[in-house]
Antibody
Framework: EVQLVESGGGFVHPGRSLRLSCAAS????????MHWVRQAPGKGLEWVSG????????GYADSVKGRFTISRDNAKNSLYLQMNSLRAEDTAFYYC??????????????WGQGTLVTVSS | QSALTQSASVSGSPGQSITIFCTGT?????????VSWFQQHPGKAPKLIIY???KRPSGLSNRFSGSTSDNTASLTISGLQAEDEADYYC???????????FGGGTKLTVL
């Protein structure tokens, strides 16, 4: 069974950093591109970042470019999101999502349950 | 990169069909067949229901169908059922800027 389990969310003050992790199991991790998608409470989905199977292709939403860094460790079946200079508008549930392809396509066929990041003073 | 455009809400009665439209540009929807649709029930993670414009994941009901034309994608749900009441999001690969963009979401109400 495919499982994606996010961790690392929590409460943080503006300007601080947080690192999210996603532990993957039940599929061949390095066969798939991976993504982070967020959803502010009561709002819609927003793609945050994606990384191809071999980390050769990486993309970011304009809203996080220069502040967030995505990475993966295929040996550990894990995806990460380093979030720096956090702002109140980054408050959201952050989902780890698996792409159906090894490149970035947006066809997210498996999702984690999400981890909540709250940025507030 | 602007979000794809979806109507905020749509409604239908059980047994009826509804269509949700998603409008983009030649840089996203119009640039490839890489359009996906997701269903999200309250408090749950989204679920993929259409990928590559018109393909259904294995095991998904054929009441769900998708299509694309120029810069617009559409999702049709036929034979509406109470459990179809949810939020629906379109998503497209984008050729420039961010790789992936979502629509704002459409809330489906089954009357």
């Amino acid at each position: 069974e495919v499982q994606l389990v996010e961790s690392g969310g929590g409460f943080v003050h503006p300007g601080r950093s947080l690192r999210l992790s996603c532990a993957a199991s039940g599929f061949t991790f390095d066969d798939s591109a991976m993504h982070w998608v967020r959803q502010a409470p009561g709002k819609g989905l927003e793609w945050v970042s994606g990384i191809s199977w071999n980390s050769g292709s990486i993309g970011y939403a304009d809203s996080v470019k220069g502040r967030f860094t995505i990475s993966r460790d295929n040996a550990k079946n894990s995806l990460y999101l380093q979030m720096n200079s956090l702002r109140a508008e980054d408050t959201a549930f952050y989902y780890c999502a698996k792409d159906m392809q090894f490149i970035l396509t947006g066809a997210f066929d498996r999702w984690g349950q999400g981890t909540l990041v709250t940025v507030s003073s | 990169q602007s979000a794809l455009t979806q109507s905020a809400s749509v409604s239908g009665s059980p047994g009826q069909s509804i269509t949700i439209f998603c409008t983009g540009t030649s840089s996203d929807i119009g640039s490839s067949n890489l359009v996906s649709w997701f269903q999200q029930h309250p408090g749950k993670a989204p679920k993929l229901i259409i990928y590559e414009g018109n393909k259904r994941p294995s095991g998904l009901s054929n009441r769900f169908s998708g299509s694309t034309s120029d810069n617009t994608a559409s999702l049709t749900i036929s034979g509406l059922q109470a459990e179809d009441e949810a939020d629906y999001y379109c998503c497209s690969y984008a050729r420039s800027g961010a790789f992936v963009i979502f629509g704002g979401g459409t809330k489906l109400t089954v009357l």
